[in-house]
């Protein structure tokens, strides 16, 4: 049993004759398309044209992972472009660790991860991400977006607070659909076997960012342009987004246990290029039926939420239930600690582990619409002042969740 | 005249008698065995609760999950317990059985072997209530849980019907495994649950046609503005 993460575990006997006479490679772009989608094609050439004008010297290929790509004609490309369809069903996580793995392989010095449905990837994007690993500056690059307050929320208001507070460090993306790799973190890598609990879905990206910031690796931010994904690569069912996104950090925070529990506080993480524009809100948000979901959740879930939160948590929530969407407020401190309640419950398993994630999705929902009357009004540094107080909320629950995470 | 009558006496208060000391001997045994049974209930039930207790059962079901799948059924007691329960009515059940079999009255002759018999569709019939408790809730909390996060109004209301229909099933399962009157629970079944079925499918197709129209076109709208309005990740 090998004790590295090895490519023959990962892909199939397709990917694996592929791959013969690819080698070795000093960059590679894997493109993550488990299932077929409509910017695939287009991701690819962003990703061959990239590597093609900001590293023209240095011999470099395209992986598309997973078997949602078609083939494409040999010389079609400007560096060429190679199916490893991963072995076993076709899962996000599989895709993702096929892309990886393979690129280890290939002796690569840096590995770009490219999510296909990420329809705004252009050219120069690669060259951001690529650019601090090959200079020897990041072992781990991660993408800052240019986004309008209501986009990205479950990441501004859950997820990256959360990473903040638990690992000590402040990533503004934490599932960002494109992230760099250097050789010295895919060598460190565990083996195929100890990543089967993250196959589904955003598993194996977020470990990925665990990974690194729980051990000795230079995490750099590179601001990218707006994101948008293609409208078929995203579910529409928000309790299933929320269950795979929010379940995939928890599950980090069981494995990475040791290395957070002490710690205290956060720090920023570098930062290669200017801040990214705030972009004005784009389409009209329905903060009414945010908060009628809210509403409802508190009539017909309190049963399961009495299950999740002690009774002070939701002697908080109570008066809550009674505020118009007009008037309605969730503040940070009382959705920082709903959060950290959600985690201790998860870690000794209250409930079904899918019930209890998919049932976080009404007090998103009421923390969504308080966040967006708060920000929509005032000047675009209110937006980050907002983000920030919801960092400092999951910082201040910090020593109570560690407390209670036994 | 005379005789005849002190004869009928006699012989009635003899044959009292005879009887008395037929019963009399066997009731007391009949007693003794029941009051045997439970102090031996007694002392069963403590030693099995303190050797698990000292097998920390309690905390291994709590660390494997087991603890959690009897809380997520409604039953608070801790595994421990229960063990201890149901070993002090086991014991005292078999002797309550061997009393009545020490009374050797008509009508209780073999009951021991009778219940004995019985014990394994018992076991079943119970495995089957308990799975289907754990199920109901299961079901009942997975569907309430959806349908608020779809936004539909009434969702406690559809739990309730989904735990009840589940705990229905698993009762008709045990009592046919019990095999109580067993023709007659497989035909009030049937006829409620298809009656349950018909009603709600002419309820659907005649009577709230138009509700179940909108109640669908609503449910698509909201999914196309969520999506048009909000990304999240």
Redesign the interface.
Known sequence: MADRLGVEDVLGPEGLAALEGLGPLELVAAVIAPRPVRSLPAVIEAAGAGLACAFPARKAAVLVAGGGGEGRPPGADPVPVVRIPPAGPALRGRAVLAGVAASRHLGARATAIVDAGLASFVPEWLDRLLAPVVDGTADYVTPVYARAPTEGTLTSNLLAPLARAVYGRRVHEVLGGCLALSAGFTEKLPPAEDWTDELDGHGVEMRLLVEALTGAHAVVEVPLGPKQLDPGAATTDLSRTLADAVGALFRTMERYTLAWQDLLGSAPVLRRGAPPDLLPPGGEVRRDRMVRAFHLGLKDLLPVWEQVMPDDTLRQLYPLGLLEPDEFRFPAPVWARVVCDFAVAYHERRLPRDHLLRALTPLYLGRVAAFVSEVQVGPPARVAEALEQVGRAFEAEKPSLSARWR | MQQTWMEIILTAVHDVGRRLAYVTPRLLAALTLVAIGWVVAVAVRRLATRLLGAADLDGRCRRS?LS?IL??GGIRTGPTEIVGRVLFWAVFLIGLLTALEALEMPGTAGALAGALALVPHVVVAILVLIGGWILAQ?LA??T??????A?V?G??LL?ASVRWMVLIVAAAIALTELGVAREMVLLTFGIAFGGAVLALALAFGLGARELAREALEGYLR??R?????????
């Open positions: 999950g959690m809380v997520r299961f909390q997975a309430v849980i959806a349908a608020v996060n936004q109004a969702a406690s739990a909201r999914a503005e969520e999506g048009e309005s909000i990304s999240h990740v």
